[in-house]
């Protein structure tokens, strides 16, 4: 079986039958060995740790055991830890877990490295390769870069990872003293759902100075816990900006059929000098 280009090989790999996938995996390892198969080698390799058939991920897990200097992308990262995490067998999870383990500890080095360099567009890659890791505490250390992007680069980064490091960085940037950084933070804080360490910072941006600051705060407590948002967002309702009491009536929407003051101040809201706010109040009382 010969094979010439990536494509060929993952088509393969999507075929039905067990040994026409597991006869793609040698040929890409063959050709990773014989310095012929193209970048994402790596990736494919790991991706097949998942097949359905053991032959298939045993020919998988060998190949990534014998070629360490086989390059392994994002997306290939990715396969790793959810074969580390969820592999259909021990080999595929002892495969994955030493993988990643050799993984950060060389990339890791590299990419801490990349966070002094004088170019924020440097520094920034290298976060986005330490979240790829989930490197958390380097991560964590560049939420105070000097240079706005990358800090915002920390803030969506954050959002992937987890864990008390991870939480406190994120709180620190949300009292970042850059608008653009704190929306980045605010955003990510929503896509962890408010977790309680952030609850206070999120609470106390809906009375920013910047109104889109405090319209992201806003979205963000419409992610939070009814205990801790209701209160702010039903103030947010007198916002002098009507894309933020927009945005109020959009996420005190969900507690209207059971939380009387919610009912309470859309009620009040319907006097709304904004035609818009109106109606979309109208269609949460509904």
Not at 193 to 221: F, M
Not at 253 to 260: G, K, L, Y
């Amino acid at each position: 079986m010969t094979i010439t280009w990536l494509d060929d090989v993952e088509e393969s790999l999507r075929a039905t039958d067990p040994a026409t996938r597991a006869a793609a995996v040698t040929a890409l390892t063959a050709a990773v060995r014989a310095g012929d198969a193209p970048r994402g080698a790596g990736d494919t390799l790991a991706w097949a740790l998942a097949d359905e058939d053991g032959d298939v991920r045993g020919r998988a897990a060998d190949a990534l055991r014998r070629l360490p200097e086989l390059y392994i992308g994002e997306d290939g990262i990715g396969a790793l830890r959810l074969a580390a995490a969820r592999g259909r067998d021990r080999l595929v999870r002892d495969t994955a877990a030493e993988l990643l383990t050799i993984l950060s500890r060389g990339a890791g080095e590299l990419y801490a490295q990349g966070l002094q360099d004088d170019e924020p567009q440097v520094r920034i890659q290298a976060v986005l390769g330490l979240v790829a890791l989930g490197a958390v505490p380097e991560v964590a250390d560049a939420a105070d870069d000097p240079s706005r992007e990358v800090r915002v680069a920390v803030a969506e980064g954050l959002a992937r990872l987890s864990g008390p490091a991870a939480l406190t960085a994120l709180e620190h940037l949300l009292g970042d003293h850059d608008p653009v950084v704190r929306m980045a933070a605010l955003d990510a804080a929503a896509e962890l759902g408010v977790p309680g360490p952030l609850e206070g910072r999120v609470v106390t941006s809906t009375a920013h100075a910047s109104w889109q600051v405090r319209r992201r705060a806003v979205r963000a407590l419409g992610r939070a816990r009814a205990d801790v948002a209701v209160q702010p967002l039903v103030r947010a309702l007198g916002d002098r900006i009507v894309d933020v009491r927009r945005a109020a009536v959009r996420a005190l929407e969900q507690w209207a059929a059971d939380r009387p003051e919610v009912v309470t101040a859309l009620t009040e809201s319907l006097t709304d000098p904004d035609p818009g706010v109106r109606t979309q109040v109208r269609w949460a009382l509904a």
